[in-house]
Each structure stands twice: as C-alpha cells, then as structure tokens.
C-alpha cells in the first residue's frame, strides 16, 4: 500500500494554560460540599471548568481540607488530558505541595476531584496574599487519532496488569534467571524482580554481576517459602 504520508498515525495535540483569581472573603460562607466554579475555558476544543470546594466535598473532614474538580463539559466525545492543577504561593510560584499533574481519559460527564487537595489552614497562611490566591490549570488535550486507528484509544489501559503478570509468572513463559533451592529450580523475570525489590535490582543487575547471570542458587530457603515471595512480588 502506497501513500504520501510516511506515517498513517496521527493525533490532535494542543496545549492551553489558564490563571484564576479568587477572593477568598467571599468563600467564607460556601458550606462543605459547596462549590464556586470558574469561568468556562477551552482546551483543544473542548470546554472545560475547575470547581472549587472552600470547605471541602466531605463532611467527614469538617472543613479542614479545600477541594479541587476539573470537569470536562464537551460530552460528544471523550478526550486525554495531560494537565497540571495546581495553586501558586504568595510569591507567585507553584509549590510540590499545591501541584497535581496527571493525564486521565475523560469520558461523558467525567471529572477528577481531589478531595484532600490541601489543608485550608496551609491555603490561609502560604497562599493567600492581599485577600487573594491564585488557581492554575494548563491541559494538554490528545483528541482521537485518525480513522485508521479507531479501534485504539490513546490512554485507556487495562485494569488487570497484575493478574496478567502473575498469570505469566505462573505460565513460566518468556523467564530469563532460575533460582535452584534444594534442588528444585524456580525461574521467573529479572526485570520485574529488579523492578519490585532493590535487593533484586542489586543481585541481578548491580556492579558485580556478570553480564550473563541467568542461574542462581540459594542455600538458606524453603521452595514453598520462595515460591510464595515470588508470588507476592
């Protein structure tokens, strides 16, 4: 099959970055659960809004915590969004403490709410400057990718990735070490070993390993024993 265009993969990526005032006075009275939102922006095509919680969604939490939503308000189609959610502190600048970045698939009438999103008393005293705080929100949209692909959704994975590892653990398929314990050999995958346990990481792949290390014996554990921490793993 000929075609003009190399690569028969495309994606609608576009970037939007939002800055929002808020008079904290006039949130002293929205009770929990209670929310003010911010005007609608666009992403990418697609209309969005941030909810703000001024005493949190939980009435468990009793008003300690304020609450953050970016809602999708588009519902003719689901989208990725990769954004960052956050506040700046009194200097202008976002803090790891007040700054969420994360990519969701939001479908119909989706939105991500962080219900903890910060103590109020951190927000009165680290952000609040001149009766005022700031929200930010810059999104990243990934719409659909062309026809060709219309059976794959960019950024919807599968749920069951343990069941499917340990299901391969327990197919012995595709192993790459052997563990011998009493004679009787284990095999399993170095790299999700290494990737769970620094003590793996450093018996499989530290400096002192041979670069061709596929079997090894331990002397001081039971096979059941073994078998059952591979199987936690």
């Known amino acids: 099959m000929s075609s003009n265009n190399p690569n028969p993969i495309s994606a609608d990526i576009s ?12 949130t002293k009275d929205v009770g929990i659960g209670e929310f003010i939102t911010t005007p609608v922006f666009s992403a990418g095509g697609h209309m969005c809004l941030i909810k703000y919680y001024p005493q949190g969604i939980d009435h468990e939490n009793n008003g300690t915590y304020i609450s953050l939503c970016l809602q999708l308000l588009t519902f003719s189609k689901s989208a990725t969004l990769d954004y960052e959610l956050g506040l700046l502190n009194k200097h202008g600048r976002p803090t790891k403490d007040s700054w969420i970045r994360s990519a969701n698939t939001f479908h119909i009438k989706r939105s991500s709410t962080y219900s903890r999103f910060m103590k109020r008393s951190n927000l009165e005293s680290d952000y609040i400057r001149d009766d005022y705080f700031i929200i930010v929100c810059s999104v990243t949209v990934i719409n659909e990718p062309c026809a060709m692909l219309t059976s794959c959704s960019i950024g919807v994975f599968p749920n069951n990735l343990a ?7 327990k197919r012995q398929e595709e192993t790459d070490v052997t563990f011998e314990l009493e004679g009787e050999n284990i095999s399993a995958h170095r790299i999700i070993l290494a990737s769970r346990s620094p003590v793996f990481k450093a018996k499989l792949f530290g400096p002192m390993v041979e670069t061709d290390c596929k079997y090894i014996k331990i002397d001081d554990m039971k096979p059941l024993v073994f078998r059952g921490m591979l199987h936690f793993i």
Do not use: G, H, I, T
């Open 15 to 26: 970037r939007s970055s939002y800055q929002f005032r808020v008079q904290n006075s006039k």
């Open 163 to 169: 069941e499917e590892l340990l299901a391969l653990f």
